[in-house]
């Protein structure tokens, strides 16, 4: 049994276990993904232990490839993503150094471009080597390679009594095969194949000798595998790219599109669209954003739902493969282990060997508090989207074992608590789940169970939702009960999470009925779903638009005054993006339009900083003129709900709704981010319609407008 501390599954705690010389800063590295595989590499296209690696099913089966010319490391150029997320390119040149028959190189003689992707399992590399020098040149090139396979958690810094058998390294004239026999009987295996025989080659080396004449290149392609293929040649590798191409092309087109007047705006629109057509997978119950890589490259509950609620309006059908593959993994049974429950949402699966083993529950766990009624909430949302009554229909009798599972866990107390069942699980299942981010003002950690204050708002909006389905399958006595429900539960928020001497909610009441007196964007989740009463709701905002949470990049987790307030935390005062837009939608439910405007822009500026991908949180420091926001080093990039959050804080500036029922698009007091003087949807799905939809500037007031041609009648209705 793997010695597992809860703190070890969180990132913040991974950073110490990690080569501290290794470049971990998220917004330096470059993340491929197909499938359930995935490659982590530096710039220069180096996998060198740490984080980094090429991964399948949770496993590492590359932990070291690296490239170096005449036995010393390149210089590098550039390197980058092609827009669709296919393609990694390195360019990188030679250092000084003497050729293999003593005659001195100069430094910059030699072009190297790596050029890398994901297909079908296999890892594909092609590296180029052009002389630009006037001297024909024969010089070293080393791939030095090695896979740990080691489970994801134990990448992650878990630490295991046992492990299993590790082979020695078979090699034949163009190829080297690596296995490792695990515990749970499973062969994983590592086949790094060439496309020319080395001129030698070891269990973690291949040395070749080429020759590159004056003006000429020559090529070399490499891949890995979990078996021992054809012989790489040209025609493989560009039959893979035009397949993996094909496929993510087919995935981006799905839903609507947006198009600007702001050309790097346009480019940040464009990533964060890339980046959840990457993550996303396509599994048998349809396509499901897997949560973010390295850590999370999995399918978890809530990221998947809040993902998909980001999407919505845009790509419906997302939604519909996260509630189908969510309503087939329901929880059935009590298990500890597990912590599941019947009716209970499934917070994270794993295939990993620590997994199959039960050495830690995360094969199929259920430890998340906020699962169940946000998917109850997703089902809600997407019927209003699409008016799509017979998928609801074909998921009634999962919503209400949900319904049932969120009734009684807050049958005790009146409120939706948590407690793990057993010391493997999470002590805290919210979203901020790592050990220290849930306390009292004092500094004090709260006995369980505990009730977290945006659970609560997820629960209203899960019976407030319910209800209205019930009612247009003529289950009234049901609609009346789930209308009850939610309106208890209101009143239950306000009477007992409300602080008067702080105007704002209390981040959680403790098992002893003590609330946390701790402000946090928890409490921006409320707004989201409507909970608070105007007033309350007002003070909230004017709160959370304060310097004590908005640094200027965005939204902190956690007021600058709090005990446990750090900056470069992952929970206490960092700052997630998609947690940012959560709290901007429910601003602007509340009539904080402009603001939310104000709050895109931040963000915006946020992404621009990172190459135009926001990661899965960065530092809470406030901005400073002429300084970038400041990453975290083991944050996930890409992370589904961190891109996905450049469109829900759209669908707020733009105060769009579709109600699938009526079949109509409803907008209420737009507004473009700023800078933006037009902002077009393309191919916007309205029951069986699809329409363009622009919103233009004119004056001081946006106006919208749907274009002359378009599939079906749709009515636009505009409130300003």
Wanted: charged content about 20%; proline content about 5%; aromatic content about 10%.
């Amino acid at each position: 049994m793997a010695q597992l501390d809860e703190r070890q599954l969180d990132p913040a705690v991974a950073l110490a276990s990690l080569d501290a010389t290794a470049p971990r800063e998220p917004h330096r590295l470059f993340a491929l993904k197909q499938g359930d595989c995935f490659a982590v590499a530096d710039a220069y296209g180096d996998i060198r232990g740490a984080g980094d690696g090429f991964f399948r099913d949770d496993t590492r089966v590359l932990s070291e490839f690296r490239l170096t010319v005449g036995d010393r490391q390149t210089s590098l150029l550039g390197a980058s993503l092609s827009q669709d997320n296919v393609l990694f390119t390195s360019n990188l040149t030679n250092l000084p150094m003497q050729g293999v028959r003593g005659r001195d190189i100069p430094q910059g003689a030699i072009h190297i471009e790596r050029v890398r992707l994901l297909w079908q399992d296999r890892l594909f590399e092609r590296i180029t080597l052009s002389n630009y020098s006037q001297e024909h040149s024969t010089i070293r090139v080393s791939l030095h390679f090695a896979a740990d396979f080691r489970d994801m958690f134990e990448v992650r810094g878990s630490t295991r009594l046992k492990r299993g058998m590790a082979h020695a390294a078979k090699t034949d004239e163009t190829c080297v095969l690596l296995r490792y026999d695990g515990l749970d009987g499973l062969a994983r295996m590592s086949a790094i194949s060439f496309s020319q025989a080395p001129d030698q080659l070891t269990g973690d080396r291949a040395d070749f000798l080429i020759a590159v004449t004056r003006r000429s290149s020559k090529v070399l392609y490499v891949e890995v595998g979990p078996e021992v293929a054809e012989t790489p040649n040209r025609d493989r590798f560009r039959a893979a790219a035009a397949r993996a191409r094909f496929g993510m092309r087919a995935k981006r087109r799905h839903g609507a599109t947006v198009h600007s007047s702001g050309r790097v705006f346009n480019d940040w629109v464009e990533r964060a669209r890339a980046d959840v057509a990457l993550l996303t997978t396509e599994l048998t119950t349809g396509p499901y954003p897997y949560a973010g890589i390295p850590w999370f490259s999995t399918a978890f509950g809530r990221d998947g739902v809040i993902s998909a609620l980001q999407m919505l309006w845009l790509n419906p059908g997302l939604a519909r493969g996260v509630l189908a593959f969510l309503a087939q993994h329901q929880a059935t049974e009590t298990s500890p282990f597990s912590d599941s429950q019947p009716g209970k949402i499934m917070h994270e699966t794993r295939k990993g060997e620590m997994a199959a083993l039960r050495e830690l529950p995360f094969g199929r766990y259920y430890g998340g508090v906020d699962t169940t009624p946000l998917y109850i909430h997703l089902a809600c949302a997407y019927a209003d989207r699409t008016g799509d009554m017979a998928f609801v229909d074909s998921l009634w009798p999962s919503l209400c074992a949900a319904a049932e599972w969120t009734e009684e866990a807050s049958r005790p107390t009146g409120f939706v608590t948590y407690q793990r069942a057993a010391e493997s699980g999470l002590a805290n299942q919210g979203w901020k789940d790592s050990h220290d981010s849930v306390f009292h003002a004092d500094g004090r950690t709260p006995k369980g169970p505990i009730a977290l204050v945006e659970v609560q708002g997820y629960a209203f909006a899960a019976f407030r939702g319910l209800a209205a389905l019930a009612r247009r399958r003529g289950e009234i006595d049901r609609a009346d009960h789930w209308e009850s429900s939610a309106e208890a539960m209101r009143a239950a928020v306000e009477r007992h999470f409300w602080l008067d001497d702080l105007g704002f909610y209390a981040l959680a009441i403790d098992g002893a009925g003590e609330p946390c007196k701790v402000r946090t964007s928890n409490v921006g989740h409320l707004l989201y779903v409507g909970l608070p009463a105007p007033a309350r709701a007002q003070m909230v905002a004017d709160q959370l638009l304060s310097a004590s949470f908005h640094s200027g990049w965005g939204l902190r987790t956690l007021a600058d005054d709090a005990v446990f307030f750090n900056p470069m935390s992952y929970h206490n005062g960092s700052i997630w993006p998609h947690d940012t837009a959560i709290c901007g939608a429910g601003l602007a439910r509340f009539g904080e339009r402009e603001n939310v405007i104000r709050l895109m822009s931040s963000t915006f500026e946020s992404a621009v900083h990172f190459n135009m991908r926001l990661p899965e949180l960065f530092c809470g420091f406030t901005r400073a003129p002429g300084e970038a926001p400041i990453a975290y080093p083991v944050a996930c990039l890409p992370q589904a709900w961190s891109a996905g959050s450049a469109f829900m804080l759209m669908q707020a500036c733009l105060g769009l709704e579709i109600d699938g029922w009526a079949g109509e698009i409803h907008v209420t007091r737009p507004r473009l981010p700023i800078g933006i003087d037009t902002l077009t949807l393309r191919h916007l799905g309205v029951g069986t319609s699809k329409v363009d939809l622009t919103f233009q500037r004119v004056g001081d007031r946006v106006v919208a407008f749907l274009a002359d041609r378009h599939e079906g009648l749709v009515p636009l209705i505009v409130r300003t």
